[in-house]
């Protein structure tokens, strides 16, 4: 049944109405190395605590904010000093497909620590996202989730770091703190979503069918000899 439920929306296309104020639904994938993302999840939500659904090695939340209903996938997390079991492979692939018709963002999750210098292996994760194909990076932010206590500064000492990653995302990135208003995430979010012209992130075997339907009309069939 829960398949089905998740194969339905794929059927129609998956551009959203990006003429309406704002949008009645946002829909986020969390992704990033083994920390614990619950602080992200329960400031996306605004709520103290978290009631979710296992899906696999997969994390699903719901629940309302700012007039909009969000839904929130957290995906497995990596390991950077370790190689990445296969499980959690699939299951990172798997993250995306579980709030259809896609999620209008995936935030890549960098923890920023008092007192921790940064290590490039901390913040590696271009090939853990490329699981997802290259078209990822057009709809990600990284959002920086700092401790208690934690300033502007040591932000800065992640950003050389985050280099290739930020470029890859055109720099896009929001800084989590515990006063962050979130409805400006909420906002940068939407910015982003009109910034692909309504398009939402897609599995990549959807994207390959609807690439191969599009591509298929386009042909022009030679007609038959009467």
């Known amino acids: ?7 339905l929306p794929y059927l129609v296309s ?13 829909r986020v994938v969390l992704l990033g190395n083994e920390v614990d993302k619950s602080k992200v999840v329960k400031s996306i939500l605004g709520c103290r605590d978290l009631t979710g659904e ?4 997969c994390m699903l939340y719901e629940g309302d904010q700012a007039g909009r209903k969000i839904s929130v996938v957290e995906a ?23 709030n259809p018709p896609g999620p209008h963002a995936l935030l890549l999750v960098i923890p ?6 940064p290590s490039t292996g901390d913040i590696k994760a271009e090939m853990h996202m490329e699981l997802l ?19 502007e500064f040591a932000v800065k000492a992640y950003i050389p770091k985050a280099k290739k990653i930020l470029e890859k995302c055109k720099g896009r990135t929001y800084v989590l703190e515990r006063d962050s208003k979130i409805s400006e995430l909420l906002q940068k979010i939407e910015d982003l979503v009109e ?24 042909t022009i069939r030679p007609r038959l000899p009467h």
């Open 1 to 7: 049944m829960l398949k089905q439920k998740l194969l």
């Open 14 to 26: 998956p551009q959203q109405n990006i003429n309406s104020p704002h949008l009645s639904e946002i």
């Open 54 to 57: 296992n899906v696999g090695q």
């Open 76 to 98: 497995p997390g990596w390991n950077s000093m370790q190689q990445t079991p296969e499980s959690i492979k699939k299951s990172i692939r798997r993250s995306v497909s579980l």
């Open 112 to 117: 920023v620590k008092r007192n921790e210098v």
């Open 133 to 151: 194909s290259e078209r990822i990076w057009k709809h990600t932010i990284v959002l920086f989730a700092c401790d208690e206590g934690v300033g």
């Open 195 to 218: 910034e692909n012209c309504g398009d939402v992130f897609i599995p990549q075997t959807y994207y390959e069918l609807f690439e191969w339907k599009r591509s298929d009309s386009l």
